[in-house]
């Protein structure tokens, strides 16, 4: 894995869900650098029992990053389609519906390879195509992207390890009170 903060995140087209139904083939990371603060995130897979409750909890707060003028993205290597599927499925029954943000595919796994959090053994052949062995889904990265397309903060846990969506919201929080103010929040213990 490598360090991407202090760096140009990496841009994409990739198909994704968005508004929870429709499928677009060319979602582009790059149309939203320059309007907003960018929070993109990686999860292992559609349909599992740990993945649901973060993207709903993502959900559940989308209106503090919108107040904050933060766009929230979540991917994995499952297709457009499994998204979907999943995006209409209810809660009661291991879905996420009601989730209304862009959830990315990333089938090529390219994107996940680029942001480093890619599990599994792999490399490129000559023609630049991804060979590999294991898993080879995403960890659970989280990485926040400034204005001005540039990786302020990165954190990957293994697949079991569930982040905070409260202190996502702080680290924007401060990432935003240093860009407009020149200061650091105070440490919260």
């Known amino acids: 894995m ?16 968005l508004d929870g139904h429709r499928i677009v083939s ?14 993109l995130y990686f999860y292992p897979k559609d349909f599992s029992g740990i993945c649901p409750k973060e993207l709903l909890a993502f959900q559940q707060q989308l209106p503090e990053f919108e107040k904050r003028n933060c766009a929230v993205l979540a991917c994995s290597t499952d297709s457009d389609v499994s998204h979907k599927a999943w995006l209409n499925t209810p809660v009661s029954q291991g879905g996420i519906q009601g989730v209304t943000y862009p959830v990315i595919s990333d089938f090529t796994k390219t994107i996940t390879a680029q942001y480093g959090v890619l599990a ?15 898993p080879m889904m995403p960890y659970r990265g989280l990485f926040i992207i400034d204005k001005n397309g540039v990786v302020q903060h990165q954190v990957v846990n293994f697949f079991t390890l569930v982040r905070s969506v409260k202190d996502t919201l702080r680290m924007v929080d401060t990432l935003h009170r240093f860009q407009d103010q020149g200061e650091v929040c105070e440490v919260e213990l």
Do not use: W
């Open 120 to 134: 599994g053994e792999y490399d490129y052949n000559e023609a630049g195509q991804l060979i590999c062995e294991g």
């Open 26 to 39: 060319d979602f582009n990371l790059e149309s939203l650098i320059g309007t907003q603060t960018i929070v």
């Open 2 to 17: 490598s360090v991407l903060v202090g760096r140009k995140a990496p841009l994409f087209t990739a198909p994704a869900v």
